[in-house]
T-cell receptor, first 113, second 118 residues
Framework: DGGITQSPKYLFRKEGQNVTLSCEQN?????MYWYRQDPGQGLRLIYY???????QKGDIAEGYSVSREKKESFPLTVTSAQKNPTAFYLC????????????FGQGTRLTVV | AQSVTQLDSQVPVFEEAPVELRCNYS??????LFWYVQYPNQGLQLLLK??????LVKGINGFEAEFNKSQTSFHLRKPSVHISDTAEYFC????????????????FGQGTTLQVKP
């Protein structure tokens, strides 16, 4: 079945450690996105990529990094510079930058202790 | 700047009653509009979308929404809700102007929690 796979579903890390969240899609979509979700704040865009080997910062990119070496993969690294990393992270993709419809993964809940 | 406002953070309603979830957006250019649903600890699922054409859009699970350009609104409605409709609902907007630096960025509202009671 085609779709977006995020792993792991739950992730625990100690404060000060970097952690990488995986996002893989087999929809052959050009564009991929990372969102952060906090209660009462909706979804905020962290990074997005419209083509392989290219990506742009979203509204809250500080403390995060990404790579897009393959069309199907868009991993997100939460670095120790992110001051409040505990959140629900959602990956999405769309056919192209026209963004007529986005497909979402099931999310990764990151808890930093 | 483009923004989306969902006017109610929580909407309690009894089963089989009608419901309306309100969404307003601010934009001076053409937009695409979306409603998504999220069940606990899940990703988002598209309910419906407005790209162009008829202002009344029908989606999955019996939901519909009406695009009102003069009021910059895109309210979601369902004539009779079920317990299974209990979830969080997000309104989202993106630019439809080619060449805009914001094209391709989906802007979300804060979400509305629909609580359907028996």
């Amino acid at each position: 079945d085609g779709g977006i796979t995020q792993s792991p579903k739950y992730l625990f890390r100690k404060e000060g450690q970097n952690v990488t969240l995986s996002c893989e899609q087999n929809l052959n979509h050009d564009a991929m996105y990372w969102y952060r979700q906090d209660p009462g704040q909706g979804l905020r865009l962290i990074y997005y990529s419209q083509i392989v080997n290219d990506f742009q910062k979203g509204d809250i990119a500080e403390g995060y990094s990404v790579s897009r070496e393959k069309k199907e993969s868009f991993p997100l690294t939460v670095t120790s510079a992110q001051k409040n990393p505990t959140a629900f992270y959602l990956c999405a993709s769309s056919i192209d930058r026209g963004y007529t419809e986005a497909f979402f993964g099931q999310g990764t809940r990151l808890t930093v202790v | 700047a483009q923004s989306v406002t969902q006017l109610d953070s929580q909407v309690p309603v009894f089963e089989e009653a009608p419901v309306e979830l309100r969404c307003n957006y601010s934009s001076s250019v053409s937009v695409y509009l979306f409603w998504y649903v999220q069940y606990p600890n899940q990703g988002l699922q598209l309910l419906l979308k407005y790209l162009s054409g008829s202002t009344l859009v029908k989606g999955i699970n019996g939901f519909e929404a009406e695009f009102n350009k003069s009021q910059t609104s895109f309210h979601l409605r369902k004539p009779s809700v079920h317990i299974s409709d209990t979830a969080e609902y997000f309104c989202a907007v993106t630019y439809s102007s080619p060449g805009s630096s914001n094209t391709g960025k989906l802007i979300f509202g804060q979400g509305t929690t629909l609580q359907v009671k028996p």
